[in-house]
């Protein structure tokens, strides 16, 4: 592994909340009469709870004060946390563990870099908060994806530089918040084609040279 230190993003790429993100949003637009669908999804990934209903409300008929996007986020993200519940150990997404243990054998440091504020409850359910040897999330960070800042303070956590970091991403918004944080980047799914380093799974991490 060329990279000493790994930042993985959480939401679709440790584990698959990524689609109960989706079925939140879906929930709230269905109730809204707003057209939504994955393809609009997809640019949400990454995206804090606000910008993420801030997208979804363009499609609206209607313009909605701010009061009203305060309500629909918190109702989005009790949606959410619902889903949580029966989210189990099952649900880390292929090779995760595999590969986690293997970067930790080889003395790599592993950290999550994550925009959502649900990070802490996700990791305990999972029974992976000890996993890691850093956590900065969306509950100690101004701006989200695609600024830098959750992945330079995983980086600071661990006392790396940034260009000794690889970033390990679902989203495109991760990518490029990866790359102005001077950080080099591995994608899956959509964020694969602008990553340098396109992967199918999680365990072509082992692969990088
Ligand atoms: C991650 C997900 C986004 C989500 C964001 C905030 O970045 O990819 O889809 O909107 O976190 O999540 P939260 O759990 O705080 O609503
Ligand atoms: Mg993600």
Not at 72 to 81: E, G, I, Q, S
Not at 102 to 123: C, D, F, P
Not at 152 to 159: M, R, S
């Amino acid at each position: 592994m060329k990279y000493q230190n790994v930042i993985f993003d959480l939401d679709g790429v440790l584990v698959s909340t990524d689609e109960y993100h989706y079925q939140a949003w879906k929930r709230i637009a269905d109730e809204e009469h707003i057209p939504f669908d994955r393809e609009t999804n997809n640019k949400l990934r990454g995206i804090s709870r606000m910008a993420s209903l801030e997208i979804i409300l363009q499609k609206a008929g209607r313009t909605y004060s701010q009061e009203e996007k305060e309500a629909l986020a918190a109702k989005k993200n009790t949606y959410y946390r619902e889903s949580l519940k029966n989210l189990q150990a099952e649900d880390t997404l292929p090779g995760v563990r595999e590969t986690l243990a293997s970067l930790r054998k080889q003395g790599v440091k592993i950290a999550v870099g994550s925009s959502s504020r649900n990070t802490m409850t996700i990791l305990a359910q999972l029974g992976m908060t000890d996993a890691f040897d850093a956590i900065a999330d969306g509950t100690e960070i101004t701006h989200s994806k695609p600024d830098p800042e959750v992945f330079l303070l995983a980086a600071e956590k661990i006392g790396a530089a940034p260009s000794d970091c690889l970033v390990v991403e679902d989203a495109k918004a991760g990518i490029e918040a990866g790359h102005r944080g001077g950080m080099k980047t591995a994608g899956i799914g959509e964020a694969a084609s602008v990553a340098d380093y396109p992967l199918h799974g999680i365990g072509e991490l082992l692969q990088i040279a």
